[in-house]
Nanobody
């Protein structure tokens, strides 16, 4: 069992940067694949990024590749999403998620994640 709490959301102008964080409880955090998803109003939840348990492998959605960076600190039970060159279309509620499955192409799918945070709002103004 793991509980996830996101923080760091806010409002930023287009072209700006923001880093959001996810704090996880539980002694087995380092065994989980971690992911970030987002959901904009009226749209389905979509994959943003995922990272393997060791942090050695990452996946990104094409829409954020080169702009966003996912990282983790297993000693602190933390996952981060650094977002650069933000665009208005990045506006969404961002969710942190944990999966007991190893990182793979399946990590793109929300159904493969077992635990979710409550989300943090990111708003990018033009």
């Amino acid at each position: 069992q793991v509980q996830l709490v996101e923080s760091g959301g806010g409002q930023v102008q287009a072209g700006g940067s923001l880093t959001i964080s996810c704090a996880a409880s539980g002694r087995t955090f380092s065994s989980y694949t971690m992911g970030w998803f987002r959901q904009a109003p009226g749209k389905e939840r979509e994959f943003v990024a995922a990272i393997s348990w060791s942090g050695g492998s990452t996946y990104y959605a094409d829409s954020v590749k080169g702009r966003f960076t996912i990282s983790r600190d297993n000693a602190k039970n933390m996952v981060y999403l650094q977002m650069n060159s933000l665009k208005p279309e990045d506006t969404a509620v961002y969710y942190c998620a944990a999966s007991t499955n190893r990182l793979s192409r399946n990590s793109y799918y929300a159904i493969k994640y077992d635990y979710w945070g409550q989300g943090t709002q990111v708003t990018v103004s033009s």
